[in-house]
């Protein structure tokens, strides 16, 4: 008999070599039931190997999802430039919602010793940033802990969300499109940040040049005008044309200046 372990990798295997799979037919396939199947998708996806989309298939690509700790290290000095200034456009006495994500991580970081600022986060990597800066009051979304992103998700979220309003909204991504929005590796994820964007009176998306145009992923949030892409201005002249074709607003961020504005 397979074991649940043995399975999990023969489902991995399956996903990388064969393209898309559903569950009723992974579930055929194992000779196991289909909550089964769905329980070894969850896993695989809270480890960052799968992607799941609905109607209970599996987005399946050779690229799995990187840790919140593989992405603090990728585009470093983007990142820090992108928070730098995204920094700058808070005011103190600002209610604001910081994302999870390690471009948004760096933001919070940026806002240690800042006073009189309320922040509310799914991140976990933000409530390490700002748990012990008495001059900024930290509520978190709590929820499903999504291991591989460190951040908060579900239904408890987004209900605590329904209740609040923000200044400002500083969101993440695994990629953006002109065309489809910001692409997650998880629906929850994406739901989240469309709820989220809806409850700031200015929403930002921090996201480096490398992540512009790409596809990584199968789930999608839809963000709705008006909001601003902030990245740095290393990115493709195109793609920047094709944001600001569709509406949005688009910062782009000098690495170098920004850089030396954060070490002064």
Known sequence: MTTAKARREEI???AVTTGL???????RHFAVTASTIRRDLAQ?????KLARTYGGAVALGAHPEPSLRQRTGEAFEQKQAIAAWAASQVHDGEIILLDGGST???LAHALRG???LSVTTPGINTLQELADSPGIQVDCLGGRLRGVSQTFVGPLAEAALERMSFDRVFLGADAVTADDGLCEADHAQTRLKELMARRGDNVYVLA?????GKRPFHAWARIPLPWTLVT???ADPGQ???FRSTGVTVQLVDVNRESSAALS
Do not use: F, I, P
């Not at 799979?21 to 992974?26: D, H, K, M, P, T």
């Not at 695989?44 to 960052?48: R, V």
């Open 12 to 14: 991995y295997h399956l």
């Open 21 to 27: 799979a559903s569950v009723e037919e992974l579930s």
């Open 44 to 48: 695989l996806n809270e480890q960052g």
């Open 104 to 106: 948004v991580g760096a």
């Open 114 to 116: 800042r006073e009189n």
């Open 208 to 212: 480096d040049s490398t992540k512009l």
């Open 232 to 234: 740095d201005a290393g």
């Open 240 to 242: 920047v044309e094709l």
